[in-house]
């Protein structure tokens, strides 16, 4: 049963965070954004905890190394999460070493701005418009300033391209109200925002995973067409991001060690990447061949007692590293 009213919708739209945040569907607005996760005590520098699958710990140098080898890191975030910002900056600091290294391209994607706006993130990128000016029209996320401002401003002091990669709000509300069909009545100025049509749909282990998330988060009702929007989002992010490798990356053979190849590192949801479905399967759907790294972030009480054996029980499969970060409730292994 579709969903008709404008509540309904920006509940269906506040999906995705949920998914992310850990955080139940309830009467949050929309556009309120995502409740930041209070951390408890820890290294104010570096508030997360690294793990390989086994549940090892693992340090940002094991990281780096399989980083010089892949075309995409997907970093799978907790929204609002303090840790897991803090981790991002510091992997976005790492990596412009590791790439200035190695002679790559480093190209920092965001789901957090819409594909619209890439014009005037170029612009602001370049000093051709203030701050101000360009998030009058961006769009940003209401936790911008806390959490992606200071990576996005290393970024630019760096010189590096950023993507605007999600799709904009006003297409995927209309998928929200009547299926992704109903994009190829939009003029062509909208497709230059999205991905092709029709755009690859979600799996049978992405569509279980939803499944069991939505039980999860006792959402009773996300919207008959609630996944088609997850899908598009995926897509949306994939193909940036596959626009943007050009031609230099993601073959067959990977071009692992070739100067010049674009690495991107991509911010997002956890849900859109975990067990490499979502993104990675959309890209891989664009790009056969691709080389990724998947960190997925989970916040907990206390890092330091992380239960190595039954974690890695749990994680296999789910990414390549585990950041554990200091929140008072997380929903962590």
Not at 54 to 63: F, M, T, Y
Not at 148 to 165: C, F, M, Q, S
Not at 243 to 271: N, Y
Request: hydrophobic residues 40%; without cysteine.
């Amino acid at each position: 049963m579709l969903l008709s009213s404008a509540g309904a919708t920006a509940a269906l739209l506040l999906v995705p965070q949920l998914l992310a945040s850990g955080e139940r569907v309830g009467g949050t607005d929309a556009t309120a954004g995502p409740e930041r996760v209070q951390p408890t005590a820890a290294d104010p520098d570096r508030p997360w905890r690294l793990h390989h699958p086994d549940g090892s710990e693992a340090g940002i140098e094991d990281l780096m190394d399989q980083a010089s080898t892949v075309d995409v890191i997907f970093l799978g975030e907790r929204h609002g999460d303090p840790g897991t910002h803090a981790l991002q900056l510091h992997l976005l600091e790492a990596l412009i070493e590791v790439a200035d290294q190695v002679g790559r391209e480093l190209i920092l994607s965001f789901e957090m701005f819409d594909r619209d706006v890439q014009a005037v993130l170029d612009e602001f990128l370049a000093d051709l418009i203030t701050e101000d000016q360009f998030l009058s029209v961006a769009r940003p996320w209401p936790n911008y300033a806390s959490d992606y401002r200071p990576t996005l401003l290393r970024a630019k002091e760096a010189g590096l391209r950023v993507l605007a990669a999600n799709t904009p709000r006003r297409y995927s509300d209309r998928v929200s109200r009547l299926g992704s069909a109903s994009l190829r009545d939009l003029p062509t100025e909208a497709h230059r925002h999205l991905p092709p049509l029709p755009f690859p749909e979600a799996s049978s282990a992405y569509r279980s995973e939803w499944e069991e998330r939505m039980d999860q988060i006792a959402h009773p009702h996300a919207g008959e067409h609630a996944l088609e929007v997850q899908a598009l989002w995926d897509a949306s992010m994939a193909f940036a991001i596959h626009e943007a490798l050009g031609t230099e990356a993601g073959g067959t053979d990977g071009g692992a060690g070739r100067l010049g190849r674009p690495l991107v590192l991509h911010l997002t949801g956890s849900f859109h990447v975990e067990n490499r479905t979502g993104i990675p399967e959309a890209l891989r759907h664009y790009r056969p061949g691709i080389r990724d790294l998947v960190i997925t972030a989970w916040p907990v009480e206390t890092p330091e007692d992380f239960d190595q054996a039954t974690a890695g029980a749990r994680l296999s499969g789910l990414a390549d590293f585990l950041a554990l970060t200091p929140g008072d409730r997380g929903s962590g292994p």
